[in-house]
């Protein structure tokens, strides 16, 4: 069964930095594309980044470009997202997905960011 | 990077079918054939239930089907369920390797 866990959310001053974890299981780790995809409250779902398999290609949405940086280690079976100079707009719950043909197929249970003085 | 184009909101009766447009551009929705649709009930993870345009993943109903014109892609829900009210999202692979969601439609069974 495909696990993926997410961790590291919580309160942050604007401004400030986080790290995102999330501990895949129950598949090859490194044989997938992996993306980080968000949920203001009340709001709609934004696709924010995605790595490929190797971790040598990477893509952002225009508004963490910069700002935001997706990695991962396939040794740990883990994937990040390194946000930086946070902002209010950046709240959200952050989904872990597994790319499955070249969509979202596999949602983690997310955790939440919240950025506020 | 503008988010695909969803009608806030569709509603439908017991049996009937519905049909959910999202419209793009031809930077994505018109040039791959790469969109996806999700469901989300309040409070809990998406879930896909449309690939590659026209496909279902194993175990979703074949009561959701999808479709595209041009820039235009379609989720259709025929024989509604109440446990079809929710919310969907579509999602298209876009020009410089990026992904777009629409802006979400709730669907409420009446």
């Known amino acids: 069964e495909v696990q993926l866990v997410e961790s590291g959310g919580g309160l942050v001053q604007p401004g400030g930095s986080l790290r995102l974890s999330c501990a895949a299981s129950g598949f090859t780790f490194r044989n997938y594309w992996m993306h980080w995809v968000r949920q203001a409250p009340g709001k709609g779902l934004v696709w924010v980044s995605r790595i490929n398999r190797d971790g040598s290609n990477t893509n952002y949405a225009d508004s963490v470009k910069g700002r935001f940086t997706i990695s991962r280690d396939n040794a740990k079976n883990t994937l990040y997202l390194q946000l930086n100079s946070l902002r209010a707009e950046d709240t959200s719950v952050y989904y872990c997905?597994?790319?499955?043909?070249?969509?979202?197929?596999?949602w983690g249970q997310g955790t939440l960011v919240t950025v506020s003085s | 990077q503008s988010a695909l184009t969803q009608p806030a909101s569709v509603s439908g009766s017991p049996g009937q079918s519905i049909t959910i447009s999202c419209t793009g551009t031809?930077?994505?929705?018109?040039?791959?054939?790469?969109v996806s649709w999700y469901q989300q009930y309040p409070g809990k993870v998406p879930k896909l239930m449309i690939y590659e345009v026209t496909k279902r993943p194993s175990g979703v109903s074949n009561r959701f089907s999808g479709s595209k014109s041009d820039n235009t892609a379609s989720l259709t829900i025929s024989g509604l369920q109440a446990e079809d009210e929710a919310d969907y999202y579509c999602c298209s692979f876009a020009t410089g390797s990026t992904w777009v969601f629409g802006g979400g439609t709730k669907l409420t069974v009446l």
């Open positions: 031809s930077s994505d929705v018109g040039s791959y054939s790469l």
């Open positions: 997905t597994r790319d499955w043909n070249s969509c979202l197929g596999d």
